[in-house]
């Protein structure tokens, strides 16, 4: 039986937050037999810290791999300080490559880029498109390994789309752009075209209580549902038949394969990964980031020709069947060896 240790930030150690990749494979890694530590759901970023370190410290000498969510945002410095323990510590540590900037990262700090993912043991990109973008910066030791759905929790329905009712999932983060959600349903109550808008997730920098004023400034409603549980979430997708994902930057966002498995017709911004993910007119629709138009072109499109939206949404559902946790597994298990 093979040990891990799990390092990322567990959605306690936010009130609120969404479920994070921790949270969701540390028991699926458990019950394909793996024993599993994980670290952290602290609060207090300092002690959080501490605690990862202290965790890989103490299991030193019975774990085989350590797994380090890394994302482009503060946990940057927790994947560095946990990846230099493992190194001298003599661990094998394997990057979970999150953050949908981090090339950017790569660019602005190459040297702790290089300290991180050189000396890891392998480096997991969930997307192709960041596998590319790190083989771009020199870095070959990364293996492809997508985010992964247990498939049976998401319901295909078919949808009718006799009106506009648009589903936004998300933490509340400039980086998401929130605010282009509640802008197109303003472009159409300005055409006098009946929409509605529900944007599900807890808050994250402040967006969350923006967005509300600003929809309030404009003079639509919305419906802010704050955080739900995946199967609260789900439950409610019933109610809405387009999945709008507004963001400036990405990678392979779970709650997009989450939609697709639930038939949803998407519509998210040509950003990050998204394109290796979305094929335009195929299984989805991809737009320009930051602009209402094209959003609502699409939305449109989806609502006037709904031979094609139902093919669609047929595609993206056979698609993402290869996210499926028992396919993914069998990925995981060649890495874990």
């Not at 290089?114 to 192709?128: D, E, G, Q, R, T």
């Not at 094929?279 to 209402?292: A, C, I, S, T």
Request: a positive charge; hydrophobic letters at 45%.
């Amino acid at each position: 039986m093979k040990t891990l240790i799990y390092i990322g930030n567990k959605s306690a150690a936010s009130k609120g937050a969404n479920v994070s990749s921790i949270d969701v494979l540390c028991p699926l890694f458990t019950k394909c037999g793996y024993k599993v530590y994980s670290a952290s759901s602290i609060k207090n970023i300092i002690l959080r810290l501490l605690h990862m370190l202290w965790t890989c410290f103490k299991y030193r000498k019975q774990v085989d791999y350590v797994l380090i969510d890394t994302y482009s945002t503060r946990n940057f410095y927790y994947a560095y300080l946990v990846s230099l323990l493992c190194v001298i510590l003599k661990l094998k540590y394997i990057p979970l490559l999150r953050g949908g900037n981090l090339p950017r990262r790569l660019k602005m700090f190459p040297k702790l880029s290089k300290a991180i993912f050189k000396n890891a043991f392998v480096n997991v990109a969930p997307s192709l498109y960041m596998k590319s973008n790190f083989e771009n910066y020199g870095f070959h030791n990364i293996v492809c390994i997508p985010n992964s759905i247990v498939l049976d929790n998401y319901e295909f329905k078919d949808r009718v789309f006799e009106s506009i009712n648009l589903l936004w999932v998300r933490s509340f983060s400039k980086i998401y752009n929130p605010l282009l959600a509640i802008d197109i349903l303003k472009a159409f109550k300005n055409d006098n075209i009946q929409a509605k808008l529900c944007m599900v997730g807890p808050d994250s920098d402040g967006s969350l209580q923006e967005a509300k004023k600003y929809a309030n400034q404009l003079g639509v409603k919305v419906l802010f549902t704050g955080k739900l549980s995946k199967p609260e979430w789900v439950a409610l997708s019933k109610d809405y038949n387009i999945f709008i994902n507004t963001t400036n930057f990405d990678n392979m966002p779970v709650s997009v394969i989450e939609a697709m498995a639930l038939g949803l017709p998407i519509i998210s911004t040509n950003v990050g990964g998204m394109p290796f993910l979305i094929e335009h007119n195929k299984n989805g629709f991809l737009v320009v980031p930051k602009l209402v138009t094209p959003f609502v072109l699409a939305i449109k499109n989806i609502t006037s020709d709904s031979d094609n939206t139902k093919s669609m949404v047929k595609t993206a559902r056979r698609q993402v069947e290869h996210f499926n946790w028992d396919f993914i597994q069998k990925q995981w298990a060649k890495v874990l060896r």
